[in-house]
């Protein structure tokens, strides 16, 4: 699935637990979403602004957390940390690297840092841009301001590249083990362990062996993989597929459900268009060679023959 700031992805091998998102990778959590757990990584950590986070924030490099947000926990981090302003620790703040804040941090239990601390200065970077821009006009220079502000909309904030791992959590998504809102897509990477219920306005892909202990529901197709373990119902406005060896301990409901004859469900089917099973695609060619390199395929005596 191509990444378009609004899928939720969860990478490979992500595991929830009872209170703690383990997972590989940069973390990005954007603007005014709400996460009942806590998240640990060995990548980087990035939230947005008026995010709020139950639990411990753990990684082993950078964090940086933006405007208003609220961390329920503790932070700790084995690089440098960077809070914006009124941002909110209940717990204490660990860090090895740098620490760079802003006016009116709160830290409940206080922090410690190995590298510098840097307070920043309470009046925000528009404010210098503006005085520059009055003095421009004050000295009959507006071509010089035009160029400025086109520089400014080309360049609009620092591009900062992230690991090829990732998990990205979109504008306004709440993730709970109870209720979990997407408000577009949900990808699922392989062998992960997701906990709770998703109702996702959008497509949901489910990689192989994963194992989900919750209901799924969503307003346009489901396509689960190979190996699946659903432990709940799953409830689809369009198309739901399940491929071979999965099991879903719950019911399927569909617009349209295509299903493999080596999958198991524990539930009831209901569907307006049918459903139909998935052909079972053998590849023949490359099971012959197979059993010609093993020998299955060779009878007693022919080479003798053959000679």
Same mark, same amino acid.
């Given at each position: 699935?191509?990444?378009?700031?609004?899928?939720?992805?969860?990478?490979?091998?992500?595991?929830?637990?009872?209170?703690?998102?383990?997972?590989?990778?940069?973390?990005?959590?954007?603007?005014?979403?709400?996460?009942?757990?806590?998240?640990?990584?060995?990548? =980087?950590?990035?939230?947005?602004? $008026?995010?709020?986070?139950?639990?411990?924030?753990?990684?082993?490099?950078?964090? =940086?957390?933006?405007?208003?947000? $609220?961390?329920?926990?503790?932070?700790?981090?084995?690089?440098?940390?960077?809070?914006?302003?009124?941002?909110?620790?209940?717990?204490?703040?660990?860090?090895?690297?740098?620490?760079?804040?802003?006016?009116?941090?709160?830290?409940?239990?206080?922090?410690?840092?190995?590298?510098?601390?840097?307070?920043?200065?309470?009046?925000?970077?528009?404010?210098?841009?503006?005085?520059?821009?009055?003095?421009?006009?004050?000295?009959?220079?507006?071509?010089?301001?035009?160029?400025?502000?086109?520089?400014?909309?080309?360049?609009?904030?620092?591009?900062?590249?992230?690991?090829?791992?990732?998990?990205?959590?979109?504008?306004?998504?709440?993730?709970?083990?109870?209720?979990?809102?997407?408000?577009?897509?949900?990808?699922?990477?392989?062998?992960?362990?997701?906990?709770?219920?998703?109702?996702?306005?959008?497509?949901?892909?489910?990689?192989?062996?994963?194992?989900?202990?919750?209901?799924?529901?969503?307003?346009?197709?489901?396509?689960?993989?190979?190996?699946?373990?659903? $432990?709940?119902?799953?409830?689809?406005?369009?198309?739901?597929?399940?491929?071979?060896?999965?099991?879903?301990?719950?019911?399927?409901?569909?617009?349209?459900?295509?299903?493999?004859?080596?999958?198991?469900?524990?539930?009831?089917?209901?569907?307006?268009?049918?459903?139909?099973?998935?052909?079972?695609?053998?590849?023949?060619?490359?099971?012959?060679?197979? =059993?010609?390199?093993?020998?299955?395929?060779?009878?007693?005596?022919?080479?003798?023959?053959?000679?």
């Amino acid at each position: 699935m191509t990444f378009d700031r609004k899928t939720l992805v969860i990478p490979d091998k992500t595991k929830f637990e009872e209170k703690t998102i383990f997972t590989n990778g940069d973390v990005i959590i954007s603007d005014r979403s709400l996460i009942r757990f806590g998240i640990k990584t060995n990548g =980087r950590i990035f939230i947005g602004e $008026h995010v709020i986070i139950d639990g411990d924030i753990d990684s082993s490099k950078d964090i =940086r957390i933006d405007t208003f947000s $609220h961390i329920g926990g503790n932070v700790k981090s084995g690089g440098d940390i960077f809070l914006g302003e009124k941002v909110r620790i209940d717990g204490q703040l660990s860090l090895l690297g740098d620490l760079d804040v802003a006016d009116s941090v709160f830290v409940n239990e206080g922090f410690e840092a190995k590298g510098w601390i840097n307070i920043r200065s309470p009046i925000p970077i528009i404010i210098y841009i503006f005085i520059y821009l009055v003095q421009l006009l004050k000295m009959g220079h507006s071509e010089e301001i035009e160029k400025l502000l086109k520089e400014i909309e080309e360049n609009n904030g620092e591009t900062i590249p992230i690991s090829d791992i990732f998990l990205f959590i979109p504008n306004n998504s709440i993730i709970g083990i109870q209720k979990s809102q997407i408000d577009s897509n949900l990808q699922i990477g392989k062998n992960s362990r997701i906990i709770g219920n998703f109702n996702v306005k959008g497509n949901i892909i489910i990689e192989d062996e994963v194992v989900l202990f919750g209901s799924i529901s969503n307003t346009n197709n489901i396509n689960c993989g190979k190996d699946i373990k659903i $432990h709940g119902n799953i409830d689809c406005k369009g198309e739901v597929t399940i491929d071979d060896n999965c099991l879903i301990l719950g019911d399927i409901r569909g617009n349209k459900i295509y299903i493999s004859k080596f999958a198991t469900i524990d539930g009831m089917l209901q569907t307006n268009n049918g459903v139909s099973f998935l052909p079972i695609i053998e590849n023949k060619t490359e099971d012959k060679i197979r =059993r010609f390199e093993s020998n299955l395929d060779k009878i007693e005596g022919l080479e003798d023959i053959l000679e």
